[in-house]
C-alpha cells in the first residue's frame, strides 16, 4: 500500500477528529467557567462540590473515564450512548476539570483592588465577577485554555477504542490488516494530528504574546 493510499484512508476519519475537537471543546469550556467562578464563590457548598468534581476528573484515567461511560453505563444503569456522544462527554468533563483550574487562578490573579473598587462602586459580587473580573481575567487565562485545546486534541486518539471513527480508528484497521503498515500509518498520523493542532499551537503562542504585552503594559 502506498503512501496515498495510507493517507486516503486516515482521511476518512479526519471529519469526526475534528468535529470531536470541536464540540468537546466547547463543552470543556463551557465547563471550565462554571467550575472556575464555582471554586471561588462565596458559598462553601458551592466550592466544596466542584472542588470533588474537579480532583475526581484530574485524578482518574481518561481511558477509565472513557470506558466507564460507555460500556458500564449501559450494563450498570441502562444508560446507552453512541460513540461521539460519550467521547465529547468524556473530553468536556476531563479537560473542563483541568480548564477550571486555569479560570479560577486568573481570577485571583486580578488584583483585589478591583473588588474594593466594585463595593465602592455599590455593585453586587455578581456584577463585579462579571463586570470587572472575569473581563480583566479573561485575557490571562486566554493561552491556558488554548493550551488545554491542543491537549484535549490529543485525548481524542483515545476514542478508537470504543469504536469511534477517527483517524486513529482507521489507522489502527491499517495496522492490523498489516502489521508491516505499522511505521508508515503512525508516521503519518503523527504529521496528521500535529497538522490539525498546528493552528491551535498558532493561536496560543498569539495570545500569549498579546497577555505578556497586556501585562508589561499595566
Avoid: C, H
Amino acid at each position: 500500500m502506498s503512501t496515498m493510499d495510507i493517507v486516503q484512508v486516515l482521511m476518512r476519519g479526519l471529519p469526526t477528529t475534528i468535529s470531536l475537537l470541536l464540540t468537546a471543546t466547547a463543552l470543556a469550556f463551557t465547563i471550565a467557567f462554571i467550575a472556575g467562578i464555582s471554586r471561588v464563590s462565596k458559598y462553601k457548598f458551592v466550592r466544596v462540590g466542584t472542588l470533588i468534581y474537579v480532583e475526581f476528573f484530574r485524578g482518574t484515567s481518561l481511558l477509565i473515564q472513557l470506558f466507564w461511560l460507555y460500556y458500564v453505563l449501559p450494563e450498570a444503569f441502562g444508560i446507552r450512548l453512541d460513540p461521539f456522544l460519550a467521547g465529547v462527554i468524556t473530553l468536556g468533563l476531563n479537560y473542563g476539570a483541568y480548564g477550571s483550574e486555569i479560570v479560577r487562578s486568573s481570577i485571583l490573579s486580578v488584583p483585589k483592588g478591583q473588588t474594593e473598587a466594585g463595593i465602592a462602586l455599590n455593585m453586587s459580587s455578581r456584577q463585579q465577577m462579571f463586570r470587572l473580573i472575569l473581563p480583566q481575567a479573561f485575557r490571562t487565562m486566554i493561552p491556558g485554555l488554548t493550551n488545554n485545546s491542543i491537549e484535549l486534541l490529543k485525548g481524542t486518539s483515545l476514542v478508537a477504542l470504543i469504536t469511534l471513527q477517527d483517524m486513529m480508528y482507521w489507522g489502527q484497521n491499517l495496522r492490523g490488516a498489516d502489521i508491516s503498515l505499522a511505521l508508515p500509518v503512525f508516521a503519518i498520523l503523527l504529521v496528521m494530528y500535529f497538522l490539525v493542532a498546528l493552528p491551535l499551537i498558532l493561536l496560543s503562542k498569539y495570545f500569549e504574546k498579546r497577555a505578556s504585552r497586556g501585562v508589561a503594559s499595566t
